[in-house]
């Protein structure tokens, strides 16, 4: 169970919206929407717990409890029309049952996110990490080297975020708690210093090599070429490499999480995401865009700021923890 979507009942909202008319009970939802820090759980829950007998007002306001929780048009559209499918095939009446399928369609959609491994075929295994600016990348790799070298891995650093001085000394505190080589150069430019860590990675017999990367939007031209730049540059140091190439993404950044997954993949093709700060406000619903959108493994979440706050991805944890909040 995920401790990041346990929230306390929005009991006077239950309250009030058992005592209106189906149509007071919209109106205020809808107007409460914008105000709502609520997450996505916790809001189906007081639905349902506060649900219209009329089962097209409870779609409808299903519908809007998605599409305003981060789960974008077209996912929530396709989680609609699936349940309205399963609703009408099975004949079901019953709010409960209503609830058991919506949650089971939602898992049918991250299924196919989940329990993808890290590929760590080749030696050295060589993951690009990508991401905005303060997605969590430099911690990420941290836990991530961590975990990694519990499982009895060597890993290298590569401190590829040259743009500010202190993202090379972040990466090195990471560094030291793990007792890992991290690979840094005092002026060269990203591609320069992954390309080293690559090639010392391989003359030393590294099990992986994780390059971390300035945080950039998808929007900055010129900064994407460079990232382009980098994952070429990491081939001719190792013609296969990378072997992962990873976006790093807040949880918290809500719809604008399917965007930048978009962007990145269509610039860097991405082989994964790690989705962070799960721990925090998140309302979650963004995942669902971003399996709507395609199938990109999720392979890690992160719960913390702590070494050991990084699990790997469990639809089905996931979606329950969402209802069971
Ligand atoms: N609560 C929480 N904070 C996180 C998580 N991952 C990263 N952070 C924090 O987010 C901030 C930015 O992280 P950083 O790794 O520097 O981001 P970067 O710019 O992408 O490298 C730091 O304060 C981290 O401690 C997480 O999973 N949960
Ligand atoms: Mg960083």
Redesign the pocket.
């Known amino acids: 169970m995920f401790s990041f979507l346990k929230s306390s009942k929005v009991s006077t909202q239950t309250e009030n919206d058992q005592k209106g008319s189906h149509r007071g009970l919209a109106i205020r939802w809808r107007d409460s929407l914008a105000a709502s820090r609520a997450k996505l759980g916790t809001r189906l829950n007081t639905l349902f717990s506060s649900a219209p007998n009329n089962q097209d007002d409870l779609l409808d306001e299903i519908e809007t409890v998605l599409l305003t929780s981060d789960v974008g048009v077209i996912a929530t559209e396709q989680i609609m029309t699936r349940t309205k499918q399963v609703i009408k095939q099975k004949k079901i009446s019953d709010n409960d049952e209503i609830k058991e399928i919506i949650k089971s369609v939602m898992l049918e959609l991250l299924l196919p996110m989940q329990g993808q491994q890290l590929n760590l075929s080749e030696k050295p295994a060589v993951v690009l990490v990508a991401g905005v600016?303060?997605a969590?990348?430099?911690?990420t790799?941290g836990k991530l080297a961590a975990y990694l070298v519990a499982e009895g891995k060597s890993v290298f650093l590569a401190a590829g975020?040259t743009f500010?001085a202190a993202?090379e000394d972040?990466?090195k505190v990471w560094g030291e708690r793990s007792n890992l080589v991290v690979i840094s150069q005092e002026k060269g430019d990203s591609s320069a210093v992954i390309y080293d860590a690559i090639q010392s990675g391989l003359s030393k017999g590294a099990d992986v090599v994780i390059a971390?990367?300035?945080?950039r939007l998808a929007t900055q031209k010129h900064l994407m070429e460079e990232l382009k730049k980098v994952k070429r540059v990491m081939g001719k140091a190792m013609i296969s490499a990378p072997h992962e190439v990873l976006l790093v993404v807040d949880a918290n950044t809500g719809q604008n999480a399917i965007d930048q997954v978009k962007s990145f993949d269509e610039a860097l093709e991405l082989t994964g995401i790690i989705l962070t700060k799960l721990d925090g406000s998140a309302k979650g619903g963004a995942v669902f865009g971003m399996a709507q959108y395609k199938p990109i493994p999720i392979l890690f979440v992160g719960l913390g700021e702590k070494i050991d706050d990084l699990k790997p991805f469990d639809a089905l944890e996931f979606v329950s923890a969402i209802f069971d909040s």
């Open positions: 600016n303060g969590g990348k430099t911690t790799i975020d500010r993202a972040q990466l971390d990367t300035a945080g």
